[in-house]
């Protein structure tokens, strides 16, 4: 499997989906013109990625911003991870959230009451 790298823009996280390390990392602003078209290739990788996975699979989420329709598109990207989870595989969600961010805390809160994965929330310094 080939791994995903996409470098942030102000409009784009930075994503890292690392195969050989079980590591899927979305890190920035999500606000792209087009969230489906954006998040689409990291869906696929995943879909693909659940039929291998590595043992243990590390999900590092440290989102700044992001819109409505991204965040119907990391849901996705959670259902995708929920797989694995019902499968008895290893998922660790870590949720970065800076240390004022009360928004950003509830929205990992969110997800985490819709999917059936542990999440570690993480507070970071700004």
Do not use: H
């Not at 080939?2 to 602003?29: A, M």
């Not at 999500?30 to 590595?54: C, R, V």
């Not at 240390?99 to 819709?114: F, R, V």
């Amino acid at each position: 499997m080939k791994n995903i790298s996409i470098t942030g823009s102000p409009k784009t996280p930075e994503v890292n989906f690392d195969y050989e390390k079980g590591i899927v990392e979305i890190k920035g602003r999500s606000i792209p013109e087009n969230s489906i078209e954006f998040y689409k290739p990291m869906i696929d990788w995943l879909e693909d990625y659940t039929k291998a996975p590595q043992s243990k699979t590390i999900v590092n989420i440290q989102l700044e911003y992001f819109n409505t329709s991204s965040s119907k598109c990391i849901l996705d990207v959670f259902k995708k991870l929920e797989i694995l989870a019902k499968d008895n595989k290893d998922v660790e969600v870590n949720w970065y959230y800076e240390e004022d961010d009360e928004d950003m805390l509830e929205a990992g809160e969110d997800y985490q009451s819709i999917i059936r994965i542990p999440f570690k929330m993480i507070e970071i310094d700004e």
